[in-house]
Antibody, heavy 116, light 113 residues
Framework: EVHLVESGGGLVQPGGSLRLSCAASGFTFNIYWMHWVRQVPGKGPVWVSRISTDGSSTSFADSVKGRFTISRDNAKNTVYLQMNSLRVEDTAVYYC?????????WGRGTQVTVSS | DIVVTQSPDSLAVSLGERATINCKSSQSLLHSSHNKNYLAWYQQKPGQPPQLFIYWASTRDSGVPDRFSGSGSGTDFTLTVSSVQAEDVAVYYCQQYYDTPYTFGQGTKLEIK
């Protein structure tokens, strides 16, 4: 059974950093692109970043470009989102998602709160 | 970026009645090379992540009841629930995966009248 489990969220001050992890199991991790998506309660999901199967290709939403990086360790079946220079507007639930036709599997998310 | 717009924002339907949600894209989602529309529908219930219900605009994901159907092509799409049940109360999102950034509609809240 496919599982995606996010961790690493929490409360951080503006300007701070967090590293999110997404541990995958139940499927052949290294053949899937992986994305991070965030969602503010009551709002629609918003795409944040994506990474190719081998990590050689990445892209980011304009709102996080230059502040966030994405990486993966296929030996550990894990994808990461390094978030630096965090802003209040980055507050959201962050999900990792497996890419098929759309997102066929999502994790349960990890809450990131940026506040002083 | 491709803009995806849903209508209505909310919808109240009696049990057993039909519900229809519309989704419009700012550009065609039909990929000519293999004639597929890069459009998905998700259901989200409170406290849960979105769940994929429909992909390629009209293909139901595994386990999705057959009262749910997707239709449309190009820029205009529809999610239909043929006979709404109590467990269908949720927010529904359409999403284009034709190009990054993959963009979602603003959501449609389905309630029971």
């Amino acid at each position: 059974e496919v599982h995606l489990v996010e961790s690493g969220g929490g409360l951080v001050q503006p300007g701070g950093s967090l590293r999110l992890s997404c541990a995958a199991s139940g499927f052949t991790f290294n053949i899937y692109w992986m994305h991070w998506v965030r969602q503010v309660p009551g709002k629609g999901p918003v795409w944040v970043s994506r990474i190719s199967t081998d990590g050689s290709s990445t892209s980011f939403a304009d709102s996080v470009k230059g502040r966030f990086t994405i990486s993966r360790d296929n030996a550990k079946n894990t994808v990461y989102l390094q978030m630096n220079s965090l802003r209040v507007e980055d507050t959201a639930v962050y999900y990792c998602a497996r890419v098929a036709a759309g997102y066929d599997y999502w994790g349960r998310g990890t809450q990131v709160t940026v506040s002083s | 970026d491709i803009v995806v717009t849903q209508s209505p924002d909310s919808l109240a339907v009696s049990l057993g009645e039909r519900a229809t949600i519309n989704c419009k894209s700012s550009q065609s989602l039909l990929h000519s090379s293999h004639n597929k529309n890069y459009l998905a529908w998700y259901q989200q219930k409170p406290g849960q992540p979105p769940q994929l219900f429909i992909y390629w605009a009209s293909t139901r994901d595994s386990g999705v009841p057959d009262r749910f159907s997707g239709s449309g092509s190009g820029t205009d799409f529809t999610l239909t629930v043929s006979s709404v049940q109590a467990e269908d109360v949720a927010v529904y999102y359409c999403q284009q995966y034709y190009d990054t950034p993959y963009t979602f509609g603003q959501g449609t809240k389905l309630e029971i009248k």
